[in-house]
């Protein structure tokens, strides 16, 4: 197989990055079992403890943790076990902030505006049911969204009396173009749209919508428009999260939904949700925090919780957790850091576009994600003609390789290359894709 963009591919600053990595990078470099330069590719992928027998290609769905990761758990997770009682005293606070500080950092974001979450599915249940919708207020999704956002957005409706409306974003995903998704959103918008509620990237198709672009077009619309009555964006942003560079400004939405267990390779069972300040003002919280002093204190003095004040601390949903995982956040999201973000979302985008270069030169298969790397990301969907998604799957996996199906209406096969793939492995799937499509 020709693989004309593989120049593109080559390692570049990987000693510096190790030079640059915090204390457990660096400790794991410095351990002989981490093979490979640090900071190259073959070095990324040995952080992690994948079974080496097969291709690893659903990122999108559970991440495999990365051994800075897996070492500050199983540091906590001792701590824990041996005095948890002490050990929890002694560092909840300190470790706590430290993970929204990390998430907030990452997504340039004051950490005051992140609530920690379990996952995306917490991070969109929590925003949509505990938005202030008023009876006649209508929300705007779309088609190709996710059953998580769709019934999320179901229950919202059912509490509040809103209304709910669904569009479809395109006639065809292959040929479906920024204006397009755009313009498509405008003209759907309506006096009485509250809310716009949206996925970053499609996991049926792996379509990338332009984030930007419609914040900047609703922002034109909520110009005309009196605060209470302004449009709020909100995203399911897992699919982008630990793959594209934009921070939270960047994208212009009100709410980021993600987690962390999937492409930024955090612990799992771990979330985050970015608020804007018109967000705070506009959600209210439904389960009670743990890390709101102000809440807790008024209390425990039996009076009323302070009006307002709505913070992430506030919106993150209380209750003992598993600590541990929490608190190994700050590893995952400088491991990111110290690789380098342009070098990570360059990876994945080269990846998947080898990747959708092979699929497009085999005959009987017809890949669904969009080419342009504007409208996509790290998933490429793709159906064999006359076969169903599921037994493409099944044969690939007796093949070694891992991929899965979009479970959605209508289902497509899916491959997730992301850092810890090679170009080899690219090479793989195509290879086995021949003899099976
Ligand atoms: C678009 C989308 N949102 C949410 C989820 C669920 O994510 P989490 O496991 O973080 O709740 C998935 C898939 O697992 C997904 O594809």
């Not at 051994?67 to 002490?86: F, K, S, T, W």
């Not at 212009?252 to 939904?257: P, S, Y």
């Not at 998947?352 to 890949?367: D, M, P, Q």
Request: hydrophobic residues 40%.
């Amino acid at each position: 197989m020709s693989l004309s963009r593989r120049s593109m591919l080559k390692v570049s600053g990987a000693a510096a990055v190790a030079a640059a990595g915090g204390p457990r990078v660096q400790e794991a470099a410095a351990q002989e079992a981490v093979r490979g330069e640090p900071g190259s590719w073959g070095w990324v992928r040995n952080l992690f403890d994948l079974t080496p027998d097969s291709v690893h290609m659903s990122a999108m769905l559970i991440a495999s943790h990365p051994r800075p990761v897996r070492q500050a758990i199983e540091e906590h997770r001792r701590g824990l076990d041996l005095d948890p009682v002490r050990y929890l005293e002694r560092n909840n606070n300190r470790l706590t902030a430290a993970a929204r500080q990390a998430a907030g950092d990452y997504l340039g974001v004051h950490s005051s505006h992140v609530a920690l979450t379990d996952s995306t599915t917490m991070g969109v249940g929590l925003i949509y049911s505990g938005l202030r919708l008023r009876p006649g207020d209508e929300v705007l999704t779309t088609f190709e969204d996710y059953y998580v956002t769709h019934e999320s957005l179901r229950l919202a409706a059912e509490r509040t009396g809103a209304s709910l409306r669904r569009i479809a974003l395109f006639d065809s995903v292959e040929e479906a173009t920024e204006d397009e998704i755009v313009s498509r959103i405008t003209s759907a918008i309506g006096p009485s749209t509250r809310l716009v509620a949206l996925t970053w990237v499609h996991s049926s198709t792996g379509l990338k919508i332009p984030v930007s672009s419609i914040a900047a077009a609703i922002g034109e619309v909520n110009a005309g428009r009196d605060e209470e009555d302004q449009i709020l964006l909100g995203l399911d942003a897992v699919h982008g999260f630990g793959v594209e560079e934009e921070t939270f400004f960047d994208l212009g939405c009100d709410f980021f939904m993600a987690g962390c267990h999937k492409w930024l390779f955090g612990p799992r069972g771990t979330g985050i949700v970015a608020i804007s300040e018109r967000g705070l003002a506009a959600v209210r919280p439904s389960i009670p925090s743990f890390t709101d002093d102000a809440v807790f204190t008024a209390w425990l003095k039996g009076a009323d919780a302070p009006p307002g004040g709505n913070s992430g601390p506030r919106m993150t949903p209380g209750g003992f957790k598993p600590f541990e995982h929490i608190w190994a956040l700050p590893e995952a999201f400088a491991l990111h850091g110290q690789i380098g973000r342009a070098r990570v979302a360059a990876r994945t985008h080269d990846l998947a576009g080898l990747l959708k270069e092979a699929l497009g030169e085999l005959s009987g298969i017809a890949v669904r994600t969009p080419r342009d790397p504007d409208l996509s990301a790290g998933i490429v969907s793709f159906d064999v003609e006359g076969t169903h998604p599921d037994a493409i799957v099944s044969r690939l996996r007796r093949r070694g390789i891992v991929a899965s199906v979009a479970p959605y209406a209508v289902p497509h096969v899916r491959l997730t290359p992301s850092m810890r793939n090679s170009q080899d492995e690219i090479e793989q799937v195509a290879a086995a894709l021949r003899e099976i499509a």
